[in-house]
């Protein structure tokens, strides 16, 4: 816990009560370098625009006198004890009194002359404002790799998955209203803070908004970890996406397993040639994997709409049709088409006085429908335990 006094309750953690109109938070980790000055800035905008606000400086377990100089800079520090650039924004907007938050790092890359621009979209009803650097980063702010591969790519795949809209989605100077701090309920303790929030503000529906910024050389050392950080984001995005990382491979792996088995099964000629008993195996291989990553998929879904109160319109729309009876009546009446065929095989194998097999291709179609009607049936019951927790 971070030890700073906390006045109400929200979504796990303590906010403070609204006193004032804006709250610039800014974490910091070892930044004595640049603290003062970012400090310094900060208060100077908001005298001179009149804004009746305060700077929350949360340290995050720094080894040098970041805190202490924060503090006789005007700041006041709230000590995160967790390290991660998720937990230190936990903490500053727990302590944040402003009914407007402007986050900002403490590195100089950002110019707080930005943040009336910023609080003009908040006043004029954005929920959500994002800084866009991409068009003005000035010469030695940014690493070639980060501007043209990793910010554009995981920018990308953001907007892919969840249609932000947003071109800079891990831009650090961002703001929001305080109030929508417990709808989007973030929870992530690393970078990949950033990129929780555009999603939960995506999810939620909040009126984001985007401003172009300019973005500065940074001041001191980076804490960045081009590769590790990239992956943190790249997977919390797959995670907190099943429909992209379950359900489009599993149907596309099911659905071209079907069409292989049948061309099989048809001896249908594809590249000038009639596929065989070993291409039926890789076939029936990706409709018995295809099929289980789907309910994983479905599972993931669940768990999500169930437990962390995600929402997505096509599992609703789904979940409202469909019944535990509907997954066991498809589950067994596949199965009991497998086992059907498997005895027709097994009642021609007796006729012929148990000789040689000759139906190696009906067998294996019969194994698979069977193998994959029991995953249906049993996933079936597995979506409706995670059911019982249904909210509504």
Known sequence: MSTLEHTTHVGGRRFQADEVTLTV???????????TEVVTRALAVMEREGIDGEVVVADNRS?????????????????????????????????????YIVMADAD???????????????EAGGELVMGDRMDNIQPGAMPWLHRYVGNPLLSGILNLFFRTGIRDAHCGMRALRRDVLPRLDLRTTGMEFASEMVIRASKEDLDIRELPINYHPRGGESKLSTFRDGWRHLRFLLVHSPTHLFMIPGAAMALLGALIALT???????????????TMVAGSLLVIVGTQVVALGLAAHAYATYFMAAKDPWFDRVRSRMRLEHGLLIGGAVTLVGVVIAAVVIGIWINRGFGALSDERAVIAAATLIIVGIQIFFSSFLLSILGLRRRG
Request: proline content about 4%; charged content about 30%.
């Open 108 to 122: 100089l890359t950002y110019d707080f002359e930005d943040i009336p621009r910023f609080m003009e979209h908040l």
């Open 25 to 35: 938070v800014i974490p910091c980790l070892n930044e004595e370098e640049n603290i």
């Open 63 to 99: 080894e040098d006198r970041s805190a202490e100089l924060a503090t006789e800079a005007g700041a006041r520090v709230v000590h995160e004890p967790r390290r991660g650039y998720g937990s230190a924004y936990l903490a500053g907007f727990a302590a944040a009194r402003g009914r």
């Open 264 to 278: 099989v099964l048809l001896q249908i000629d594809i590249f000038g040639r009639t596929w065989d008993l070993h």
